[in-house]
């Protein structure tokens, strides 16, 4: 909602600005499509050029998170921190032999089902599943399972800001694509240097429209967008890194009520929810889960 405000206010007041001080519009509508053609392809094309097919579907996919935010709601961590529960304490109460069952095919277990949403992030499932098996193989050095933890997430949230770091990029070439853009205008100008001042001053004038809009596209826009879809990868790696707050508190011999409380203090301020919240959460659970 707030980055369709920004965009509309951008668009308002640098454009009304430049009309209230007697700017005409038509100059800039004018060059607009030629420029737009000129900056806008070469950025798609250093764009394809620069970035693998993961990553630029990577980056078509994250526009819908710089609007919608992080697919994460407060609802969904406390789901997280249920489920969490659930599986730590079946695997301290029942054993080995019982939690099997649920991590070989978690699209089968009565836990996971629970929690669709959570159950339909394959990572998150992978990620929660891998590190039990690692436990029910002996694993249960917790600074072993917190290293190789940390390594699997390092990975993922490494390949997961590969869109964001591919659109920043862009961003930083608008500014230059855009002198590109006037180069080229004040080629043509000096093609036809035998013109009247009026036809000349209007083609200079139009070929500064491309340095204006290389650096209004990157500064006011691309690059604005870039760090949105960074913020909201962050905000959405802060979920996995409660898996791994809880099962190593786990392994260091807390119980499971423990375990998921100190997961709880992981989640950030403005999803967490308070011990009560979370208390009456644990207690709805079905004691035959």
């Known amino acids: 909602m707030f980055q369709i405000i920004g965009i509309v206010l951008l668009f308002a007041l640098v454009f009304g600005s430049y009309i209230i001080s007697g700017g005409n519009m038509g100059v800039i509508l004018h060059a607009l499509p030629h420029e737009m053609m000129c900056i806008g392809g070469a950025a798609i094309a250093q764009f394809l050029i620069g970035n693998s097919m993961p990553t630029i579907k990577g980056t078509a996919g994250g526009f819908g998170k710089v ?30 032999i019982a939690l099997e069952s649920h991590i070989e095919k978690p699209s089968d277990s009565s836990i996971f089902s629970r929690f669709p949403k959570i159950t339909k992030d394959h990572f998150a499932v992978d990620f929660i599943c891998d590190t039990l098996r690692m436990m029910t193989m002996n694993l249960e050095d917790p600074h072993q399972v917190e290293d190789a933890m940390e390594k699997q997430l390092e990975k993922h949230h490494h390949e997961a800001l590969a869109p964001s770091h591919a659109l920043q ?90 375990s998921v409380e100190i997961g709880r203090g992981s989640v950030p301020s403005e999803a967490q929810p308070s011990f009560l919240e979370l208390e009456e959460a644990l207690n709805a659970m079905p004691n035959d889960a």
């Open 67 to 96: 609007f919608s935010g992080p697919k994460w709601k407060p609802s969904d961590y406390r789901d997280l921190l249920s489920l969490l529960f659930l599986l730590t304490k079946t695997m301290k109460s029942k054993g080995v």
């Open 169 to 258: 990029n862009m961003a930083d070439a608008l500014p230059a694509l855009g002198i590109v853009a006037a180069v080229l205008g004040v080629i043509k100008t000096m093609g036809a240097i035998t013109e009247p001042p009026a036809v000349l001053g209007e083609m200079i004038g139009s070929a500064l429209v491309g340095t204006f809009m290389g650096v209004f596209l990157a500064y006011g826009l691309v690059g604005p967008m870039a760090t949105r879809m960074k913020e909201v990868v962050e905000e959405e790696g802060a979920f996995y890194k409660i898996i791994q707050a809880v099962l190593v508190a786990h392994l260091h011999g807390n119980a499971a009520q423990i």
